[in-house]
């Protein structure tokens, strides 16, 4: 029988985390490359990439970075590709990568909505997909880890923010985690999702800069906001054999906001 420690080691494992040059994608590469995975990370920009990799090996981690727009459906099977190229195999996906966009209902934009649902949903899919195919369904073996958010667990209280995209996109991935898993089990695949609450991002900074980080605190029982530490031991367990028996679950991590 192994350890607690032994169960939640990461020795030996590979990880590609998108929208992983900052925020809570690089929180969480960092957490997997802790526990001794090997990590890949992804985003559109270059030059955030290349910051990721200098703050992973900074921190001991065996890192490198692919550039690539997952909105367009072109870019996904070369990236996968070329991160399975560089890892050998995947073992653990965390779909991170998404888009966020602000309207009233009555007008928003269908190319927004798009933009959104292109990314926050379409990509997870195809990521996923050609992950599956190409690594997890043949190794019989494989953790994927989208991340959703407390946004697709409710609506927005009346004057607040109007997030219609963003919500519905949300709570598509929370379903989509059900599915996913219920597919996948018998080829040993796990697929679970971490539903954030508010943390500070690039993301999120007008929402902070015009409401305030203690107004916003407010409405978590824990009376705070989430920080750079608080989704590493989630993303950890649903990553490690510490995990391997949950799948098509989806974790808050908010404070308790989405409890009360």
């Known amino acids: 029988m192994r350890t607690t420690q032994e169960l939640f080691s990461l020795k030996g494992k590979t990880a590609l985390v998108t929208g992983g040059s900052r925020g809570l994608g690089l929180q969480m590469a960092e957490a ?10 992804s985003s559109r920009k270059q030059s955030e990439l290349d910051e990721a990799v200098t703050h992973l090996a900074a921190r001991g981690i065996d890192a490198s970075a692919i550039a690539a727009d997952l909105s367009q459906d072109a870019h996904v099977q070369p990236f996968v590709e070329e991160a399975i190229r560089r890892l050998g195999r995947i073992d653990i996906l965390v779909n991170n990568a998404g888009a966020s966009w602000g309207a009233p209902a ?4 269908a190319e ?3 933009k959104v649902m292109n990314l926050n949903v379409r990509s997870v899919f ?6 599956g195919k190409l690594s997890m369904i043949p190794h019989r073996h494989g953790r994927i880890i989208n991340i959703s958010s407390i946004a697709g667990l ?18 598509a991935v929370i379903n989509f985690t059900r599915t996913l898993a219920g597919e996948w089990g018998r080829y040993g695949i796990t697929v679970n999702s971490i539903a954030p609450g508010f943390f500070p991002s690039k993301m999120t900074k007008g929402i902070l800069a015009a409401v305030g980080a203690e107004a916003l605190a407010k409405d978590a029982p824990l009376n705070r906001l989430g920080d750079d530490e608080d989704l590493k031991g989630a993303v950890v367990l649903f990553a490690s054999d510490a ?14 906001v989405s409890a009360v």
């Open 32 to 41: 997997l490359g802790e526990q001794g995975a090997r990590v890949v990370v």
């Open 112 to 114: 927004a909505w798009d």
């Open 154 to 171: 409710a609506g927005n209280p009346p004057g607040s923010m109007q997030t219609l995209a963003y919500n519905t996109s949300k709570a």
């Open 106 to 109: 009555e007008d928003y934009p």
């Open 243 to 256: 995990g391997k028996h949950i799948t098509g679950q989806t974790l808050a991590i908010d404070g308790g």
């Open 126 to 131: 195809l990521v996923s997909q050609a992950v």
